[in-house]
């Protein structure tokens, strides 16, 4: 049983995507967490804040570290959050004279919102991929049938001859645009998060932007300041995402109405069954693009709502924003990854002249 369909054991097959959603469980996320606190460590010891050998002994500890997940999901339940369980875990299991340097001047904020960036950073790479090879797959049809035969229909209704190279351009030309973007958007989302309590680096004084200088070096993100409650870089990341399936979705929708039998413009392979209807074929495919592009318009509205921070933090916005992203993040994966089949399943189009 499960709650999502992202990682239902069935339904997965049809929305999932286990390559991203990979990135999403707790074993990434701890994973990333610890990498958080081992490059602070390292950062803090070079800037003398901790005692030589802090960096030494939290390498040791985190070398096969198994985290108490029954603990650290009571301690959610309590704390809003599970860093404050996790650093307990890790001080203990590092022992005296080490354990107190561990965390130093940093909050669980600063290891959340970056062992999220560290995340997306191969999910966002992984994205671009996917983007050129669907390009790819595009000018492949387009090769295929460009110039053949294809009646224009406006509101539903037969308007004006075309060319499917004119449908499939039309295809194409938004996911150029939103390749265009990914660059200034990655330059955007990420970025390290390091501002202690409430944002000001208290604990590290005049220390605190060398160590933070240090410790995005060696996560390799960009150090653009602390932005606790500025959530415009997720917020912008989710619109990219649900553009991204708001153009495949309408390559989805495209095709099933190309595919209708009284249309019969494109014809598809390996179309899906019916249980009651052996001669149908359904466009399974076209279908769920359009199905994961209004799930993901219907998400914006939440994402929007978690960009208003009280004051210095806010547990409310911030529990929102873990519920939305991933899965707004999977359903982009699995669009494109069903649209890439989508092209390949594609055996005709258009009319012969």
Same mark, same amino acid.
């Given at each position: ?23 999403? #469980? ?87 919102? #970056?062992?999220?960036?560290?995340? +997306? ?43 499917? #190279? ?52 060696? +996560?390799? +993100? ?6 606790? #409650?500025?959530? @415009? ?11 991204? @399936? ?108």
């Amino acid at each position: 049983m499960s709650v999502s369909a992202f990682d239902h054991p069935v339904l997965a097959g049809l929305v999932g995507d286990d390559a991203v959603a990979s990135h999403f #469980t707790v074993e990434a996320e701890i994973e990333a967490m610890l990498a958080f606190e081992l490059a602070l460590a390292r950062a803090e010891e070079e800037a003398g804040l901790v005692p030589a050998g802090t960096t030494q002994a939290l390498e040791q500890t985190c070398e096969g570290f198994q985290p108490d997940l029954e603990a650290l999901r009571s301690a959610t339940a309590r704390d809003g959050v599970c860093v404050p369980e996790l650093v307990r875990q890790l001080r203990r299991a590092a022992g005296d004279p080490h354990a107190p340097n561990i965390h130093f001047g940093a909050t669980s904020q600063d290891v959340v919102d #970056t062992a999220l960036v560290l995340r +997306l950073k191969p999910v966002l790479a992984d994205f671009g991929v996917r983007l050129d090879t669907q390009a790819q797959a595009f000018e492949a049809l387009d090769a295929r049938f460009g110039e053949r035969r294809l009646m224009a229909q406006t509101r539903m209704q037969r308007a004006l001859p075309i060319r499917c #190279t004119d449908r499939i351009a039309a295809w194409r030309r938004p996911l150029q645009t939103l390749a265009d973007d990914l660059p200034a958007l990655e330059e955007r989302v990420l970025c390290l998060q390091f501002g202690g309590a409430v944002g000001t680096l208290d604990r590290l004084a005049d220390k605190g932007p060398a160590v933070a200088a240090k410790l995005a070096a060696a +996560l390799e +993100l960009r150090n653009a300041g602390c932005w606790h #409650t500025d959530r @415009t870089p997720l917020a912008e990341l989710a619109g990219w995402l649900a553009r991204l @399936t708001g153009v495949l979705g309408k390559f989805g929708q495209d095709v099933a109405l190309m595919a209708q039998n009284e249309v019969a413009t494109i014809r598809l392979a390996g179309g899906g069954g019916s249980s009651a209807m052996p001669h149908k074929q359904n466009p399974v495919a076209a279908e769920v693009l359009v199905t994961l592009a209004r799930f993901n318009a219907t998400q914006i509205a939440g994402m929007h709502q978690a960009l208003v921070h009280e004051n210095a933090r806010s547990g409310a916005a911030w529990t929102l924003e873990w519920m939305l992203l991933p899965q707004i993040t999977v359903a982009a994966a699995a669009a494109l990854s069903t649209a890439t089949r989508l092209v390949a399943d594609i055996d005709a189009m258009g009319e012969d002249d």
